[in-house]
């Protein structure tokens, strides 16, 4: 059975993309002859970062614990409103937004609930605008 320390090396680039994604760090400790991790992921896309290191070190996950669950205050915080203009498409929107017209489905994603298909927005629209 590893040690916490041998586990910790072993998912030292996982902590990294806890650090570099800002998740706050509840708890790192062992139980049950595992790594348990526990952190608050300010987003979906940070918290499916670190899943996909713990992946990439060890697909089985079978020596590790992780719950990253969202806060949900920091993303609704995290959301802007956009209103339609006459001649705007969800491309031109996520280039003013992101600086690339090719994350316009991140618009679209977040917006499922009024819009049907990216081709068809109207003027006069309110659009959430998801943090970059």
């Given amino acids: ?37 526990k952190g608050t992921a300010p987003s979906l896309a940070a918290a499916n970062a670190v899943w996909d290191e713990l992946k990439r070190v060890n697909p089985q996950l079978d020596d590790v614990i992780a719950e990253f669950p969202v806060d949900t205050n920091a993303q609704a915080a995290s959301v802007q409103s956009y209103t339609v203009k006459a ?15 090719n994350d316009y489905m991140r618009i679209f994603e977040a917006n499922r609930d009024t819009l049907q298909d990216p081709d068809k927005i109207k003027p006069g629209q309110e659009l959430k605008i998801p943090a970059a």
């Fill in 1 to 37: 059975m590893a040690s916490f320390e041998e586990l910790k090396a072993k998912y030292q680039s996982v902590l990294q993309v806890v650090q570099d994604k800002k998740i706050q760090m509840a708890n790192l400790h062992m139980q049950d002859g595992k790594i348990f991790m």
């Fill in 87 to 101: 001649g705007d498409t969800l491309s031109k929107i996520s280039k003013q937004f992101y600086g690339n017209a």
